[in-house]
Every structure is written in structure tokens, then in C-alpha cells.
């Protein structure tokens, strides 16, 4: 089945800064590749997701790049604020599956 | 108007019991899915349902059942509660395997 690895599972940052999130699948029928936003007591809710036919999407502060012959993929964001503070969950569901694969997520912590 | 929902949001019970979770979407998707969350926040698949056929069933006990009256419902029946069934549980909703999950709110269960 496929495999999910998601660094680091921990992030700190100064309000302002940068923060990647990186994401390495098995499966190479994989074509869809969403990251979902988890706030504290809060369900999770996609922020973005990019498909297999292109290699970057952005939108505002964050972006999505994919590598599909390295198998990754990663999350980026720029100008990190407070409220961007959650844990950040990859997915990359196996092509043709119903079997959701998410990585085991990453906590994201913006210190104002 | 809410897409995913499932009640109740709060279930505290003793060791033992039998408790159920119920689980509505009004997108007209053709799939749902259970989750469990615990304290490490890891979001592990428990039962994925496509057009009333259980597609996968990872390694939960049989304690755990998943009842689906029709497509937009799918309630998750829990027998004879242990301590180690404490945790957030995630209803979900997509498409397909390779689209967008919608999470409902969480059940937050505690096991006495």
C-alpha cells in the first residue's frame, strides 16, 4: 500500500518568516496530493491541493510544489503570521484506491 | 448550511459500554469515511464506505462496526468501550479517493 512520510514533525518559526513542509510518497499512481490544516480543536480542512499534471500552485501566502519523479512534495509558506499555527497534514491517496494515506502530520508553531 | 456533521460532539461513558456516532453528509458524495485521533494527532483511517460497500477495513477490533442506512449517512457503532478507545473520532466525505475530504467536527469520546 502506499507509504506517507511527512518532515518535520515539529516546526518553529518567527512571525514572518518562511516554513516548508515536505511530503515523500510510494506509490507512483498517485495524482492528487491535498494538505489539510488542522487548528487547535478543530476539524481538518483543506488549504490546498496540487494534481499530477502540473509542479507548483500557489495561492496568496502558501504554494504547493511536486516532484512526481522524486515522489515529493512539499507546502510552502511565506510570511508566516500567528494564526497560521495548526498541524499540517499531506495525503497522497494511491491511484485508483479508496484508501486514504495521510502523513502523520506536523505542528507548526508561529512565534509572534 | 453544514456539509459533514456528526453527533454527538462530547460522548463521556464508562468501560464497557456500547455507544454509537452518528454521521450525515449533504454533499452527495459517493464516499465516507471513520477516522480515530489520539493525543499524537496521527489521523488513522478506520472505515472508508462507497455507495454502501465497506471498501477497506483497517486493523480495528470488531468492536467496532460501521452501519450506513443510505449514502449520506454513515454511523460507527462501538461495543464493550475500553480505556484505549479515548480519542477525537473524524467522520469525512469525498467524492472519491482522489478528492477532497470534508471532515465533520469531531466526536471527542472518553472512556471511564
Known amino acids: 500500500g502506499e507509504n506517507v512520510e511527512q518532515h518535520p514533525s515539529t516546526l518553529s518559526v518567527q512571525e514572518g518568516d518562511s516554513a516548508v513542509i515536505k511530503c515523500t510518497y510510494s506509490d507512483s499512481a498517485s495524482n492528487y496530493f491535498p494538505w489539510y490544516k488542522q487548528e487547535l480543536g478543530k476539524r481538518p480542512q483543506l488549504i490546498i491541493d496540487i494534481r499530477s499534471n502540473v509542479g507548483e500552485k500557489k495561492d496568496q501566502r502558501i504554494a504547493v510544489t511536486l516532484n512526481k519523479t522524486a515522489k515529493h512534495f512539499s507546502l510552502h509558506i511565506t510570511e508566516t503570521q500567528p494564526e497560521d499555527s495548526a498541524v499540517y497534514f499531506c495525503a497522497a491517496p494511491p491511484g485508483g484506491s479508496y484508501i486514504p494515506t495521510f502523513g502523520r502530520g506536523t505542528s507548526l508553531i508561529v512565534h509572534p | ?112
Open chain 2, 1 to 112: 448550511d453544514t456539509a459533514v456533521s456528526q453527533t454527538p460532539k462530547y460522548l463521556v461513558t464508562q468501560m464497557g459500554n456500547d455507544k454509537s456516532i452518528k454521521c450525515e453528509q449533504n454533499l452527495g458524495h459517493d464516499t465516507m469515511y471513520w477516522y480515530k485521533q489520539d493525543s499524537k494527532k496521527f489521523l488513522k483511517i478506520m472505515f472508508s464506505y462507497n455507495n454502501k460497500e465497506l471498501i477497506i477495513n483497517e486493523t480495528v477490533p470488531n468492536r467496532f462496526s460501521p452501519k450506513s442506512p443510505d449514502k449520506a449517512h454513515l454511523n460507527l457503532h462501538i461495543n464493550s468501550l475500553e480505556l484505549g478507545d479515548s480519542a477525537v473520532y473524524f467522520c469525512a466525505s469525498s467524492q472519491d479517493g482522489a478528492d477532497t475530504q470534508y471532515f465533520g467536527p469531531g466526536t471527542r469520546l472518553t472512556v471511564l
